[in-house]
């Protein structure tokens, strides 16, 4: 039953728990960089990841774009309008030309004008990206923050904390919010808090999507952060002496990263449709200025004459949602925990 | 002991003959060979024991008699026959028909392994009417109570309205065995059935296996990573490594005169119980005095204990209570995890508790850290009341009290890199320079086996027993007196196991550390400790000098789990296995798992 000690001494370093040795050359890659290889195969979140890049640019070069390409977004193309139908003319040098159902596009409009008062398509859409990304950015950025915290804190604390915020969660999610943004528009002055007009009504849209929508990724942060709380290494922390701040922000945080920022991805698709619905019941910014709920609202009366006037900012919502949708869900499989162990 | 004849009880017909079988599959970084190149054959009433370690193919092998390959991206080439049906060519059809009429299979997890909504009953009557649908309901009823009888399930005809939560592991694995047995198979296989289980747990499924094979004449094909394990239950093995054979042959014969170097290696890291503390000692420190500069050979006899001199750590009946809600009427009921324990630890020493799940050693461990505050009783550490201690207080003295948890997976943070998990007790215990924690990192990584350089590392780019070792690096790095080990190497293979507990026998020395090691493995515990602490239920059953609890166990529940400890020589398993069944039958009313 003796075993020969002259094998074990090679056969140990042959070994696959052997300490590695000499192999410096590999580098080491973290959880987000492996989940960025696995990101940057998957053509359908990249392509998805690219438009929203591209649409981020837009919003940022607005006024560049339409310089080059367009019309200030509320200057007024009478000329081009038929005054009997309120519709594009086919021909704006001939008034009994008819109606263009193009909306007249032209290399001059590349996306046709308004009916009624004829402005340029493009410049709203482009400047409409500006309010729809902006609000959906902020109040995103503002519920994310708030779900964090509170999500991080009921599943670490628990006790009452977890009651009181649990609880919170249900009310806000009961809360019946389209009733009250509208009410809410009908009552909001026109200066508050040294805001006034459009940053005003910004800032109320941000408040109201993001204050309302927050349990959604409280629940979500709450029970990974239950479970995180139960793994061992949340144990070896404390049993070194770290305090709940080193826990929640050093052990925990970092775990909590990746589902943020994939929910946070899904979550702007739904706050662009959430502001344009708010901007379609008039709850959102003043006209003149062009948001792509608005927008449809308006379209709707001449959907008969000026059909491109309905589907062009509805095409630019849906774009604009698909590719929010593929990046995150693509981000979530790259930091598929499965896979990550 | 009737155990020579055993090989011959078939009649040499082959029920499995598994030829030049090789699994393949395709990944994104190239293929991976599973299993290359496997003959093996097993006779009626024949017992095969496979052993390897993780990633040595015995799974992928188990899972391919039965069919279950089918619809994977694993690629066969080769020939398997299971009871005269090609199992690489055979239709889906004639596969089902075969699973549980030829082959039936008990798989690792019995927690997970049965339906959570069905009774026990239904689901053994549900595969016996699907392969015998002329039978009647009553009819398969009836067989599944046979069954539940046969597999030492008490008071069958009750227990089979019963749902799996009802049942304890040990338990659901009897279940388990039933249902594989219920159309009376040629060949039960067996993949780690008793990996999750504890020790007298795994003795009585283990028995239940040989007994049953023996009685119904079945051919058995166990499968496990321990050798000590499938000693005592098979005839013939088969060691794999890496997708290979290895070695084969009568389990004597592999065991006494191993041929491959592999598999003397895997004999070697088993942890025998028969060799004491003082001569693995000797053995050690010859090993590593033969390897490593003579400078390291200076290193001081551990301290001996004078009784005079104060303990280090002194432990008087401790209690932690857990409430446990929805008792009748609502009303939270008192449980007691750890019920009056006490005793004294000296510095330099180790003491070793073992105690089986729900024995309350974890939790013990746990008070002693202060990760949870007593209940009752008192903890002194270096003559300081610690028990009720705030937080606050008790942060400047956890330099000295540190841990090493069971699992090296989920122990460190995978949002870190190693470094900084090995550099985070410094830091939290207030040390601000970067470079000094960076160079006491790297010479610990050093000291524990790794490469410095891979500072930088996730946790997830190495194995578990490196994981292991960059644990107990973080354990050591604030130089503490006192190391509390959980079941450092319970999660762990039987060689990995073996290079992790020499890792912590050196550190011991040169760091002249006091180790408390809990496991549940009673050869390891023995290996590592100075005294030993018997658990159950939360108290003290037996404790004492490591080689008299083990050579001369005083506790029936101490002989009991002494009894049920695997042993490699495969006599020796048997007369243990002897010694088992005259001890339940001695003593009916102690716990039938």
Known sequence: ?341 | MSTPETGSQGNGLPVVSVRDLSITFSTDDGDVHAVQNLSFEVAEGEALGIVGESGSGKSVTSLALMGLHRGTRAQLSGEIRVAGIDVVTASDQEIRAMRGNDIAMVFQDPMSSLHPQYTIGNQIIEAYLTHRPTASRAEARRRAIDVLDRVGIPEPAKRINSYPHEFSGGMRQRVLIAMGLVCEPKVLLADEPTTALDVTVQAQILDLLDELRRDLRMALILVSHDLAVVAGSVDNVLVMRKGVAVERGDVRQVLNSPSHPYTQQLLAAVPRIEISRAQRRAQLRAEREGKTTPAAAETPAPSQRSTDEEPLLSVRNVRQRFRIRGGLFGGATDFYAVDGVSFDLYRGETLGIVGESGSGKSTLSRMIMRLLEPTEGTILFQGRDITHLPERKMRPLRRDIQMVFQNPYSSLNPRMTIGDSIGAPLRIQGERDDKLIRTRVQELLERVGLEPSHYNRFPHAFSGGQRQRIAIARALILRPQLVICDEPVSALDVSTQDQVLRLLAELQEDFNLTLIFVAHDLAVVRQISDRVLVMRKGKVVETGDSDEVYENPQHPYTKQLLAAAPVLDPDAARAHRAERRRLRAAQPDTDVA
């Open chain 1, 1 to 341: 039953m003796t075993a020969p000690l002259d094998a074990p001494e090679s056969a140990q370093h042959a070994e696959p728990e052997a300490i590695a040795q000499g192999r410096r050359d590999i580098a080491s890659r973290s959880l987000t960089q492996i989940a960025w290889r696995r990101l940057r195969q998957d053509r359908v979140a990249l392509g998805g990841g690219i438009v929203v890049l591209l649409l981020i640019l837009v919003a940022i070069f607005a006024p560049l774009l339409t310089h080059w390409f367009g019309h200030p977004p509320n200057q007024f193309h009478q000329d081009l309008i038929d005054p009997a139908t309120q519709g594009v003319l086919k021909n704006p040098n001939d008034p009994w030309s008819g109606i263009d159902p193009t909306g007249g596009m032209s290399k001059e409009h590349l996306l046709g004008v308004e009916p009624v008062n004829g402005r340029d398509l493009f410049s709203r859409i482009v400047y409409g990206a500006r309010i729809s990304l902006l609000v959906a950015f902020l109040s995103t950025l503002l519920c994310v923050t708030i779900g964090t915290v509170l999500g991080i804190l009921a599943g670490y604390l628990g006790g009452w904390v977890d009651t009181v915020i649990s609880r919170a969660m249900d009310i806000f999610l009961a809360f019946p919010l389209l009733l009250f943004a509208i009410a809410l528009a009908g009552v909001i002055p026109d200066e508050a808090f040294g805001l006034s007009d459009n940053a005003l009504r910004i800032a109320v849209l941000v408040f109201i999507i993001g204050f309302f929508s927050w349990p959604y990724i409280g629940r979500i942060v709450r029970g990974q952060t239950l479970s995180l709380r139960e793994r061992e290494f949340v144990e070896a922390a404390r049993s070194m002496g770290a305090g709940t701040g080193h826990i929640i922000f050093r052990e925990i945080l970092p775990n909590l990263v990746a589902p943020i920022l994939v929910y946070a991805t899904l979550l702007i698709p739904t706050n662009i449709l959430f502001e344009a619905a708010l901007s379609f019941l008039g709850v959102g910014v003043n006209p003149p200025t062009p948001t792509w709920g608005h927008m449809l609202s308006e379209s709707l009366d001449y959907y008969a004459v000026a059909p491109h006037f309905v589907i062009i900012p509805g095409l630019a919502i849906f774009i604009t949602v698909l590719a929010f949708n593929l990046f995150g869900d693509g981000l979530r499989d790259a930091f598929d925990p499965r896979s990550t162990d």
